[in-house]
């Protein structure tokens, strides 16, 4: 198609353009393009003493802003009511949950949140709840390659990591950056559950000094958390292969238990771990008629002092996950 374009001077082209927009004379379907020290800026009209010249140029694909915008031309309205517009991206690849009735437009449902986030390579869909003793999740393909290994950045952090082998949550992001910034110069940190090391790599970047054990029971997410160490060039954390009961603990200045199902599980090894005086960051589901009191109920008869609480997520209609910050008093 013919399309017109002021020829502009490089140095007045953003002036130029606000101009353009301001007076409903830019043309947005079309991409601005640069040749030598000429801007050219598509144009409905001519403008002041510029030159305009014709040229053969298509429009370029509308910038999406949601997936609920990419599909409002493939789902009916009571299709676009039940499909879950949240969804996790890790990387280049996203996790989304599609209702059984949607499963048919899945395919739709993929290459909509392609168009809509650019960075993605591959869209899966979750087959089933997190099982088994590694916390991993099932996943098929939707969209894109068929590789559900991806690198990750987070808080000026590197991790590689399989999302079909692995436990991890972009949404402990917050958690991972509060916790670095909570931690004192020197101390020395337990993290259990560690997964592919994302809280005790986020630590030991921000803390080259501090001294950290990492403890994590699939062998999958032990090889990663080992490479992740390795590619963000840290010398400060020690991996342990295991079940988090098959080891002693003892004078750690902070202990971090993000396994939210069964933390409770560990509560004993995690004071036993602390010094007096030290800090538990103790994750949980729990139902969120009363969610701290719920959480505070599991700890048991110990003793401690709750110095933070908060709210992670949202986890069910009736779950939230929040995390309690403990300090042991005895």
């Known amino acids: 198609m013919i399309m017109k374009f002021l020829k502009v001077p ?25 040749e030598a020290d000429f801007v050219f800026i598509p144009v409905k009209d001519g403008w002041k003493d510029f030159e305009t010249v014709e040229m053969d140029a298509e429009k370029r ?8 915008e990419a599909l409002s031309g493939l789902l009916s309205e009571d299709e676009m009511e039940q499909l879950t517009t949240s969804f996790d991206i890790i990387g280049d690849v996203a996790i989304v949950e599609i209702p059984g009735s949607l499963q048919p437009k899945e395919k739709e449902i993929g290459d909509a949140l392609l168009k809509v986030h650019k960075n993605l390579r591959s869209v899966f869909k979750k087959l089933g709840a997190m ?5 991993v999740r ?10 559900t290994e991806t690198a990750y950045r987070e ?16 949404r402990l992001s917050h958690e991972r950056g509060r916790i670095a910034e909570l931690v004192k110069s020197g101390e020395k940190i337990l993290a ?23 403890v994590e029971l699939n062998p999958d997410a032990v090889g ?3 490479e992740n160490i390795s590619l963000n060039r840290l010398d400060n954390i020690e991996v342990l292969e295991g079940d988090a009961k098959d080891f002693e603990y003892k004078d750690f200045d902070r202990v971090i238990m993000p396994l939210p199902k069964s933390s409770e599980q560990f509560i004993g090894r995690a004071f036993d771990a602390v ?13 969120n008629d009363a969610p701290f009191e719920n959480a505070e109920k599991k700890i048991g008869e110990r003793k401690f002092e709750v110095t933070g609480k908060r709210i992670v997520r949202p986890y069910s209609h009736d779950m939230v996950q929040v995390v309690l910050d403990l300090r042991k008093t005895q």
């Open 192 to 214: 259990l559950f560690a997964g592919v090391g994302p809280f005790p790599i986020v630590i030991a970047k921000k803390h080259p000094d501090a001294k950290i054990t990492a």
């Open 131 to 135: 099982e088994g003793e590694y916390r």
């Open 224 to 226: 990663y958390m080992k």
């Open 155 to 170: 808080h000026g952090c590197q991790m590689k990591l399989d999302v079909s082998k692995v436990y991890f949550s972009v």
């Open 138 to 147: 099932k996943l098929q393909l939707v969209a894109g390659e068929d590789n």
């Open 61 to 68: 694909e509308p910038q999406l802003r949601s997936l609920s």
């Open 275 to 287: 010094k007096e005086g030290g800090t538990i960051h103790f994750y949980s589901i729990v139902g």
């Open 10 to 34: 490089r140095q007045e082209a953003e002036k130029t353009r606000r101009e353009l927009m301001e007076a409903d004379i830019l043309s947005a379907e079309y991409a601005i393009f640069s």
